[in-house]
Nanobody
Framework: QVRLVQSGGGLVQAGDSLRLSCAAFGSTFSNYAMGWFRQAPGKEREFVAAINRRGDVTSYADSVKGRFTISRDNAKNMVHLQMDSLKPEDTDAYYC???????????????????WGQGTQVTVSS
């Protein structure tokens, strides 16, 4: 099992940048693909970005492509989500997630991620 602890988030203005981080504890980090998801109250959790175990394959939701960047540091057991050019519609609770997958996969489905961070709020004002 792996435990995920998130940091970052907060209140920013439209056009600003923010970086979310997620630290993994308790298991071999490079065994897991990592994902970021977001969820608004009363809505389903939606995919934002994912990265494979080695860090050489990434996947993004169309809504964030070109603005958000996912990265990982396997030596430090960390995954990051750099969010640039933030928009009010990016306001949500953000969650990191870990899933054991084949080496080359960066999954987009919540069902493939059994381990989740505690969530962190991102609020973008217009």
């Amino acid at each position: 099992q792996v435990r995920l602890v998130q940091s970052g988030g907060g209140l920013v203005q439209a056009g600003d940048s923010l970086r979310l981080s997620c630290a993994a504890f308790g298991s071999t980090f490079s065994n897991y693909a990592m994902g970021w998801f977001r969820q608004a109250p009363g809505k389903e959790r939606e995919f934002v970005a994912a990265i494979n175990r080695r860090g050489d394959v990434t996947s993004y939701a169309d809504s964030v492509k070109g603005r958000f960047t996912i990265s990982r540091d396997n030596a430090k057991n960390m995954v990051h989500l750099q969010m640039d050019s933030l928009k009010p519609e990016d306001t949500d609770a953000y969650y990191c997630a870990a899933g054991t997958t084949s080496q080359g996969l960066a999954p987009r489905s919540t069902s493939l991620y059994p381990y989740w961070g505690q969530g962190t709020q991102v609020t973008v004002s217009s």
